[in-house]
């Protein structure tokens, strides 16, 4: 998009996944006082994004009381066993369904807890005045989320499949434009990963 117009930007914070590999669901894990899946429901709440969604899977009346008086919606994945493409196809779908002008949307993580609504309004503010169709964080030397797409996306981003997520497109798209985000590189998949969360 380029222009001074104001673009459609919804919001998506993934936090259905049931964390095998952890153990318990990431989302409800404490981080200085809040749940990850609060700290990155408020970000988003606090950001450009409008309208916003949150997709809950595991532990849903849990983790939908963590994200009670924020400016997010809660939907459920039913299949969220299934992996990260599935959530991504229920945000985007109830997202369009609130809001069928979208031009874009901002996909995030619930369990990179240093990202702040300002970082996420980056994407938005690069995204005023791109010609690209993905917009990545770019950290430890690779590119990911939080990551921005436009609404010319919205069809593959449906029709992903498998826990690869939306990883797939930024890395096999030439159209990205990147920021630096070395924030997101703090995220939270091991009970080794856990352990910082007490630093």
Known sequence: MTGNEKPKVGGIVLAAGGSSRLGQPKQLLQFKGKSLLRHAAEAMSASMCAPAVAVLG??????AAEIEGLAVTACV???WRSG?????NVGLTKLIEIEPDLDAI????????????????????????SDSAIIAASYSGVYGVPALFSRELFDELAHLEG????RVLIRHLADIETIDLPEAAFDIDKIDDAVKLKI
């Open 106 to 129: 901002l996909i995030s993580l619930c369990d990179q807890p240093l990202i702040t609504a300002e970082m996420l309004n980056r994407f938005v503010e690069k995204y005023k005045v």
């Open 84 to 88: 990260m493409s599935s959530s991504i």
């Open 163 to 166: 826990d690869k997520g939306a």
């Open 77 to 79: 994945n039913e299949d």
């Open 58 to 63: 595991a532990e849903v009346e849990r983790a």
